[in-house]
């Protein structure tokens, strides 16, 4: 089955506490992105990776990191979180990089809470 | 201004009625218009996506998009009540690969 696995679902963490959310899919699409998603602001892009090795920021890319080892995994990386950080993140992916491509396929999404 | 405006509902409505989701946007380089679905607790899901002005029909769901006005819109004809849920709209396009969504506008189709 096609998807986009993220783990965990749900995460409590403290201020200051590096935490890392991963994102795998099974399509072998090559371009995959983060989303923050927050009552009232919607979905807004973090990070996107338009292949291996190559990432760039999104909308709102301050106090997250991304890499893109493998075609398959995509992490988003929360190096010091802090309670503004809280939210419902997605990952997505996408088959092509061009621009009549688009997030065909998002993950079941992480709830963050950062204490 | 914002570059997608969206209704942000909710919206609630009788099984069966004629539901009309509208979007506005505001870049014109903006080519690709795509509506997601999601359900409570789940990622959006794609539901249509079109390119230009125009319609396009997908079993109950009909996409519209009015270039001219820079409008659009999404139809859902007998509505069920499955269908309740937040839709999206979003856009693509320009110089950059950059999907920029509307907040969504959340629907309830009441039996």
């Known amino acids: 089955e096609a998807q986009v696995t993220q783990n965990p679902r749900y995460l409590i963490t403290v201020t200051g506490k590096k935490l890392t959310v991963t994102c795998s899919q099974n399509?072998?699409?090559?371009?995959m992105s983060w989303y923050r998603q927050d009552p009232g602001l919607g979905l807004r892009q973090i990070y996107y990776?338009?292949?291996?090795?190559?990432?760039d920021k999104g909308d709102v890319p301050e106090g997250y990191k991304v890499s893109r080892k493998e075609k398959r995994n995509f992490p988003l990386i929360l190096e010091s979180p802090s309670p503004n950080q809280t939210s419902l993140y997605f990952c997505?992916?996408?088959?092509?990089?061009?621009?009549?491509?688009?997030?065909?396929?998002f993950g079941q999404g992480t709830r963050l809470t950062v204490v | 201004q914002k570059e997608v405006e969206q209704d942000p509902g909710p919206l609630s409505v009788p099984e069966g009625a004629i539901v009309s989701l509208n979007c506005t946007y505001s870049?014109?380089?903006?080519?690709?218009f795509m509506w997601y679905r999601q359900y409570s607790r789940k990622g959006p899901e794609l539901l249509m996506y079109?390119?230009?002005?125009g319609n396009k029909e997908d079993g109950r769901f009909t996409a519209q998009v009015d270039k001219s006005s820079k409008y659009i819109s999404l139809f859902i004809r007998d509505s069920q009540p499955s269908d309740s849920a937040t839709y999206l709209c979003?856009?693509?396009?320009?110089?950059?690969?950059?999907?920029?969504f509307g907040k969504g506008t959340l629907l309830t189709v009441n039996p």
């Open positions: 997505a992916s996408s088959p092509g990089t061009g621009q009549a491509d688009t997030e065909a396929f």
């Open positions: 079109t390119y230009s002005s």
């Open positions: 870049n014109s380089a903006f080519q690709y």
């Open positions: 990776s338009m292949n291996v090795e190559v990432t």
């Open positions: 399509m072998n699409h090559e371009y």
């Open positions: 979003a856009k693509k396009g320009g110089s950059n690969y950059k999907l920029t």
